[in-house]
């Protein structure tokens, strides 16, 4: 490249998506267009784009009008620099090779702390674990990340194992020891693979030393990953835990044929659909797809964000082990909470009775009250406000109907927003 034709200023590139498929979809139908020009696309600050539905839209939308979505992102950055010398404390930097042209993405798997970049290149093997370049404050590190401990979940998915056992204890508690008088590592990346993602397209799988909000900007020179605490980024942040999921299918309906991980997952979605709609909250899900996920990655999750608020959905179930039960004999809604966290300015119990009142005036099913729960691994362990809701019992015929009823759970979902929104508000005065 000519170097009069370089530009100082970076650019910032790329949405990002928290799947791999979305991943895939955006560099089909662009790479599709074969613009072997530099694409930038402007993004909006970051968004995560996780759930079926948004893949849908963010596929449809540029395939359908790629400059629409492209000018759409450049008006809502116009006039943005991005200015090296004011990179946040951490961040990383990629050497961009003669053979790429200039189209990548990232895509985040917050969950896992891991971050895909995906840069088009046409020659293979080229980059190395040396190309990817971290920084932090005051120090700058170069080759394989070293002293990270990882979490037996966190390990098994870098090194793209079979998961632990949920009951492996032993192991989280090996964990424990290991982690307590460590300081965290001061490189913020953990861990680097890189990989071949199909014939033009070379993957970098970044995993980093704590939760950031990923960005990718870009110069004529490098691509730079800025990597922002999420506090620093949002002011208010919820996490919405689904329960279950995958080959955990949580409880069951009488007759075995309604599974609770695929109603607690359609009630997630509805309550997605509300949050999109405002950018005053920004909420992180545990999972928006049937997939499985350790209890204590939930956890991580919330209290890696620093979250104002964390509430996981349940239905219930009524069983007596080992006696004939009629199923009928219990139902309604109750929510569980961690008295532990009682100081902040809305308690655990205090954001419970919110949600909870909240449901019951629009499902009118029984209001079965608010329960001390920190027994419970996800309430215990989370450093905020938490709760968790079991919206009716699965085992129950009335309960059941208005489960599956599609108006009630998107009536119920508006009273579980409005509630949410309702706790941030008194969280601020
Ligand atoms: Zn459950």
């Known amino acids: 490249m000519n170097s009069k034709d370089k530009k100082k200023e970076l650019r910032k590139i790329t949405a990002a998506g928290v799947s791999i498929m979305t991943v895939a979809l955006l560099f089909s139908s662009i790479f599709s267009g074969n613009k072997v020009e530099r694409t930038t696309l402007w993004a909006k600050p970051f968004e995560v784009h996780d759930s079926i539905a948004a893949i849908d839209e963010t596929h449809i939308e540029i395939e359908n009008d790629d400059t629409a979505l492209a000018g759409e992102f450049e008006k809502a950055e116009a006039g943005f620099v991005f200015d090296r010398e004011k990179m946040p404390e951490n961040y990383v930097v990629i050497p961009k090779q003669d053979s790429e042209d200039g189209l990548a993405m990232i895509s985040d798997e917050y969950n896992y702390r891991t971050v895909y970049l995906d840069i088009r290149d046409k020659s293979k093997n080229f980059y190395s674990t040396s190309s990817v370049v971290r920084y932090n404050k005051s120090e700058k590190f170069t080759g394989e990340p070293v002293g990270q401990v990882f979490p037996p979940y966190l390990m098994a998915f870098i090194n793209g194992e079979a998961e632990p056992s949920e009951n492996d204890r032993e192991a989280y508690d090996k964990y424990e020891k290991e982690n307590k008088n460590q300081d965290e590592s001061p490189d913020p990346v953990a861990n680097i693979k890189i990989e071949r993602k199909d014939k033009d397209v070379t ?21 730079y990953i800025s990597l922002r605490r999420p506090k620093d980024v949002y002011k208010k942040i919820l996490v919405i835990d689904l329960g279950h999921g995958g080959k955990d299918a949580g409880t069951f309906s009488g007759d075995s044929k309604v599974y609770e991980k695929d109603t607690v997952l359609k009630f997630g979605l509805k309550l997605k659909a509300l949050f999109d709609k405002q950018d005053d909250i920004k909420v992180y899900y545990t999972r928006l797809t049937d997939t499985f996920l350790y209890r204590r990655t939930r956890i991580d999750l919330a209290n890696g964000l620093d979250a104002d608020f964390f509430l996981s959905i349940h239905n219930n179930n009524y069983t007596v082990m080992g006696s004939p039960v009629d199923f009928n004999a219990v139902r309604g809604t109750e929510i569980h909470y961690n008295e532990k966290i009682k100081d902040t300015k809305v308690s655990s119990k205090q954001f419970a009775s919110l949600i909870l009142e909240s449901i019951c005036s629009v499902l009118k099913t029984k209001n079965r009250g608010v329960v001390e729960g920190s027994g419970y691994y996800v309430l215990g362990h989370t450093n905020m406000p938490s709760a968790l809701v079991e919206i009716g019992y699965l085992t129950n015929k009335d309960d059941l109907k208005i489960i599956q009823n599609n108006k009630k759970m998107t009536a119920c979902a508006e009273a579980v927003y409005k509630a949410i929104v309702q706790a941030f508000k008194e969280n601020e005065e």
């Not at 980093?208 to 490098?222: H, K, M, S």
């Open 203 to 223: 993957r970098f799988v970044l995993t980093f030393n704590r939760l950031y909000v990923p960005e990718l900007f870009e110069d004529d020179d490098n691509y």
